[in-house]
Antibody, heavy 123, light 109 residues
Framework: EVQLVESGGGLVQPGGSLRLSCAASGFTFSSYWMSWVRQAPGKGLEWVANIKQDGSEKYYVDSVKGRFTISRDNAKNSLYLQMNSLRAEDTAVYYC????????????????WGQGTLVTVSS | SYVLTQPPSVSVAPGKTARITCGGN??????VHWYQQKPGQAPVLVIY???DRPSGIPERFSGSNSGNTATLTISRVEAGDEADYYCQVWDSSSDPNWVFGGGTKLTVL
């Protein structure tokens, strides 16, 4: 059974830092692109960042570029999101999600999601 | 960037059919995926590739996509179907590539 379990969320002051973790199990973690997707309170879903299987490619939404860093440790089956210079608008539930990529059809989607971890940025 | 437009809310009586739309410029040329999110829970994939269902998703859930509108159809709606539904595409020419609709709250009357 595929499982994604996030941790590391909490309350942090503006300008502060947090590191989120996602522990994966039930599949070959090193074979998949992985993403972080967030959801602000009462709002919709927003893709944040993703990382290739070997970590050689990383992409970010513009609003977090230069502040957030995605990484992974395939030996530990873990995905991370280092969040620095946090702002109030970063307040959200952060989900770890496994990407399903159908290259021949140029279509990608998320086939499994974690339960999420809440990040609150407030003084 | 590519924009997906969903109605904020749809209401339907139990046993009836709910249709949730997702509008986008020439969306019929893209593959659309749908997620269900119940309160306090993570999203769950219910339709991928416009109309395919993951294992475990009831046959009552179906999808279609043509022109400028993709549609998620839920037949014989049950109380347990009440949730937020999001459409999603991956668009190589959009920034970011991953695009979600704003979500539709399905209310079962």
């Amino acid at each position: 059974e595929v499982q994604l379990v996030e941790s590391g969320g909490g309350l942090v002051q503006p300008g502060g830092s947090l590191r989120l973790s996602c522990a994966a199990s039930g599949f070959t973690f090193s074979s998949y692109w992985m993403s972080w997707v967030r959801q602000a309170p009462g709002k919709g879903l927003e893709w944040v960042a993703n990382i290739k299987q070997d970590g050689s490619e990383k992409y970010y939404v513009d609003s977090v570029k230069g502040r957030f860093t995605i990484s992974r440790d395939n030996a530990k089956n873990s995905l991370y999101l280092q969040m620095n210079s946090l702002r109030a608008e970063d307040t959200a539930v952060y989900y770890c999600a496994r990407e399903k990529r159908v290259v021949v059809a140029a279509t990608y989607y998320f086939d499994y999601w974690g339960q999420g971890t809440l990040v609150t940025v407030s003084s | 960037s590519y924009v997906l437009t969903q109605p904020p809310s749809v209401s339907v009586a139990p046993g009836k059919t709910a249709r949730i739309t997702c509008g986008g410029n020439n969306i019929g040329s893209k593959s659309v995926h749908w997620y269900q999110q119940k309160p306090g829970q993570a999203p769950v994939l219910v339709i991928y590739y416009d109309s395919d269902r993951p294992s475990g998703i009831p046959e009552r859930f179906s999808g279609s996509n043509s022109g400028n509108t993709a549609t998620l159809t839920i037949s014989r709606v049950e109380a347990g179907d009440e949730a937020d539904y999001y459409c999603q595409v991956w668009d190589s020419s959009s920034d970011p590539n991953w695009v979600f609709g704003g979500g539709t709250k399905l209310t079962v009357l």
